[in-house]
Each structure stands twice: as structure tokens, then as C-alpha cells.
């Protein structure tokens, strides 16, 4: 493609002031007048957090706020804007066995916060934690994916068997089988790599101010004039083993107020209004990593067949429900897939099947249900304290089962363990947040019949499903994994074990003159601050 004269016109004038440069070195020439957006060092940066409450759980393995976490603490792998591997504290690593040795090799400047070197013991030790915290299923996953992970999880063992110290800068792993998704796991913001010493000496006391090896360090709690925590300040580690962060200080509080930011006092805020110009303000949307369904328990009469799931979820209005749970930062999109649109190579059902009613009734009918004269009864399980939120989408599941003869009753928990021996038919409504970006570690964890979620609350089974899952995790190639679960897709969906509901997209505003700003690969929670810089 040809260009014009005037878009030739900087490379000639910079050409003939090389030539004059070279020709006639003892001239005088004015320095050429080119403008660079060069990064500047040094600013706070004020960031108004999602929520009205202050989280300050600052435990990786924990679920605190995911742009704190990602920058006080540094993993052994890190994932890029376009989900590529890259080293974080691991330097680099071989690879042997077909993929099921790997040695870790750290990095000899990589230090904590208070300048303790980081160590493969402390490796060993931060993995082994999270097999003894049994919070989240993927810490299952994850061990099971090691030798001697599960006997580990399972206490039948001091050690994880493939956890090997080699030397103090040398970490080998033992995989059952090679996935690029052992790789994965090592990226996850819950794997972060944390002091064993300190942990061991101060445990729980340790993450009140917490010591990690990321871009930034904890500095104080923010306080108010009657000295109420409300927020929390990170400083520059000065000491990162990278690139140094621009930023001097970030602060996170979910006080700051919109008006705070309309008089530039804080930079970045949820959209949360539409008095926020986009004229005046950046104003980005993406997609989070958060998920929700409805989810049946399908090991008790009468919802352990599939057809009454499937009729049941004919009455169920998705579109209203979304509208309930939305704001203008944080809203849903209905999901009529299992997999969402935002993991790579799925794309969104942009709209189900029209629901034959006389279909519905007949199959209700011929199980005895449907009867206006005997209601069944439904516990409906919550496990997030939102009251109103909870509230509202209760009555709308209740309305919307109504016609179909079920008597739903509302039954707040604060732990799911609170249902493993419940014998009443429930719902579950379900949030899900895919911590890492590939369809397994949605699947895996609430489908898989063995899975820790799915054994002890949902108790779905499917053969296929479990062979198909078992057989993608001994492959390594993208386009074959992802048409196994396309297979698995089709199966959930004929068998309905849960009800896909919506997965939110987030919306956020900050000011002009913030540079560099970016979501990482799962969402505006994961903002990468260290390459961010003020521009003023």
C-alpha cells in the first residue's frame, strides 16, 4: 500500500538530519521535535473496589481481592494477556519423561519482601498447604494431578511423593500424566508461593501483613478519622526480582466514592453510574470470570432423571433473573452453554429452544408432578450473604416454578457442607469462578462424578462424561481437548445436571491519563498494575 507525501514526510526529514549528521558532523542541528509516551515512575494510584464491604482476606488460597493478590505475591508461572506461559519466580525448566518430570529451576535474585530468598522449600511447602486447605476443589484437582498429591490429600501421607527438593534453587515435579494444563495450575492466583518459615511460626496471624515476593508489598491498612480499617496500600517492592513496578503506591478500598473520582481524587472505579462520561473518562468492558447456575441433586427422586430436570428448567426465566443481578459495572449475560463464551474456542448459544409447554406437563404428569392440589417441595440452597440479592432471586425462581407445581423454600447456608446428608429435593444456586482459562477447570471440579463439589453435593454421573475427561487430560493438542469438550457439552446438556444461568461482564472507568492500564486474560479483577503508569 502506497503512502501519501505528508505520512513520508518525518522519515525524509529524519534521513536528511542523519546525512547532515554524518556528512558534516561538527554542525549544529535543533534536536528533531517527536513526542514519545514514555513511562513515568512514581504516583499513587486509587482504585475503587467492587462490593460495599471491605475484604480483607489476603490469603492467596482465599478470596480476597484478585488485583491485590496477583501483585503482592509472585507464582512460579505466569500467564499473559493471550493465556501464553512465561517464568515468574521459576527462571526456567527441562522437561523429560514425555512430559512428566519437570525441574524448576529459580531464580538466584528472587527475594520476599524482607529480603529471605525464595526456595524451593518453599515451593513444596506453599503446594502442600493448599492440599491440606480442601477449600476449593481445584486444590483436588491439582493434587491429584501430582504423585502422591491424592494420598496426600487424602492424609494417608506426611509428603507429596512428587514434590522433590533437589537443592535449595531446584524444584522437581512428578506428573501422573503430561497436560499443558499441569503448567496451568503453577499460573493460578491461589499458587502463589509464600514464606515457609513465617507461615509455620505466625500462621493465620501471618496474612494480617502478609509478606509475598510480587511487584508490590504491603504497607498499612488504610484507615478513616475513627481509625476503621477501610481499605489497604501497597507499596513498590523495590527488591522485585523483574522490572520494577511504575507505580509507587496503589490503594484499594471499596469506600472511595464516585465523587472521588469525579474530582480526580481517585483513578479507577467500576462503572457504577452513567453520569460518567465516556467523552471525558475511559470507559472498557470484558468479560469476567464469573459464573452461575442452578444446580439439581441428582442422586434423589425425583430430580435423578434427566427429563424431569429438563422440564423443570423450561420454566425457568434466565433473562429476568439477569436483569436482577445486573448493574451498569457489573452485569450478566445470559448463558445457555455449560462452557462459557469467554474460554477459547467456545462460542455462545445466543438462544435456547422455545419450551413446549403441553411437552413439559405431560412429562411432570407422568411422574407424578404437576399436580396444583401436591405441591413438592424444593429447598433452595444460597450460599452467598447478599440478603437482598438472595431475596430477589428466590422470588423469581419461586414465581417461575410455581406453575410447575413446586413449593420452593428458601434455605440460606453458610457452607455447602451444611446439605451432604440432606433428603428433601434442593436447588443449589451456584456461583463458579474459572480461576484459570481452559474448559477443564470448569468441568472437571463440579461434573467429574469423583470431583470433591460433585461427590458430595450434586452427586451428577456419567460414565462418558468421566471417560471423556479422564482421556482429554492425557493430551497435550488444543483442537482435539477442545472437540472432547464439544462431546461433553452434548452429554451435559441432554442430562441437565445443572441449569446454566448468566456469566457477568464487568465495566470500569478510570481516568485519561492513566497509562497502561490492562485487564489480564480473566477480567478488569486481575488489573495488571506494574506495567500501569501516570501520565501528568
Known sequence: ?????????????????????????????????????QPRPGGILRIKA??????????????????????????LLRLDRNLSLFPGLADYWTISEGGQKVIFYLRKGAVFHNGQPVTAE?????????????????????????EGGEEFWQGAAS????????????????WKSPNINNFYFLAASFAKILPRNLILK??????????????????FWLRNSRLDIIGISLARNEKYFGRKPYLQTIEISPYFLLDDFFRDEVQVVPYLSYRISKNKYQVIENSSNHLAYLFFN????????????????????????????????????????????????????QREEEADLSRIYN????????????????????????????????????????????????????????IKNE??????????????????????????????????????????????????????????????????ETLLKADLPAIPLYYFNQRMAYQPYIKNLKAQPLGFFYLNLRDAWIDR
Request: charged fraction near 20%; aromatic fraction near 16%; include cysteine.
Open 202 to 219: 505466625e500462621k493465620r496471624r501471618f496474612f494480617e501483613k502478609p509478606i509475598g515476593a510480587g511487584p508490590f508489598k504491603f504497607d
Open 122 to 146: 518453599d515451593v513444596k511447602f506453599s503446594y502442600e498447604r493448599l492440599f491440606q486447605l480442601k477449600g476449593n476443589p481445584l486444590f483436588y484437582l491439582f493434587a491429584s494431578r501430582i
Open 298 to 349: 441428582c442422586h434423589q427422586p425425583p430430580f435423578d432423571r434427566p427429563e424431569i430436570r429438563k422440564a423443570l428448567a423450561g420454566f425457568i426465566d434466565k433473562s429476568r433473573l439477569a436483569g436482577l443481578v445486573s448493574s451498569p459495572a457489573y452485569f450478566a449475560q445470559v448463558l445457555n452453554n455449560f462452557i462459557p463464551p469467554f474460554l477459547p474456542g467456545f462460542l455462545p448459544i
Open 1 to 37: 500500500m502506497s503512502r501519501s507525501p505528508s505520512s513520508r514526510w518525518p522519515l525524509y526529514y529524519l534521513g536528511i538530519l542523519l546525512l547532515l549528521f554524518f556528512v558534516y558532523p561538527g554542525i549544529n542541528l535543533p534536536a528533531p521535535s517527536f513526542s514519545f509516551d
Open 423 to 488: 433428603q428433601t429435593p434442593y436447588l443449589v444456586y451456584f456461583d463458579w469462578l474459572v480461576n484459570l482459562p481452559d474448559p477443564e477447570f470448569l468441568i472437571s471440579p463440579l461434573f467429574y462424578s469423583r470431583s470433591y463439589f460433585n461427590s458430595l453435593y450434586f452427586h451428577y454421573q456419567n460414565q462418558q462424561v468421566d471417560e471423556l475427561l479422564e482421556t482429554q487430560s492425557n493430551l497435550s493438542g488444543f483442537d482435539r481437548r477442545l472437540s472432547i469438550f464439544r462431546q461433553i
Open 363 to 418: 412429562t411432570l404428569s407422568e411422574a407424578g408432578l404437576g399436580n396444583p392440589a401436591k405441591p413438592l417441595t424444593v429447598y433452595l440452597y444460597f450460599e452467598f450473604p447478599l440478603k437482598e440479592l438472595v431475596q430477589n432471586i428466590y422470588q423469581e425462581l419461586r414465581e417461575d416454578l410455581r406453575p410447575a407445581s413446586i413449593n420452593l423454600e428458601l434455605r440460606p447456608i453458610k457452607s455447602l457442607s451444611e
Open 159 to 174: 509428603e507429596v511423593l512428587g514434590l522433590k527438593v533437589l537443592d535449595s534453587q531446584t524444584l522437581e515435579i512428578d
Open 50 to 75: 467492587y462490593g460495599r464491604t471491605l475484604n480483607m482476606d489476603l490469603d492467596p488460597a482465599g478470596n480476597g481481592y484478585p488485583e491485590v493478590i496477583e501483585n503482592l505475591y509472585e507464582g
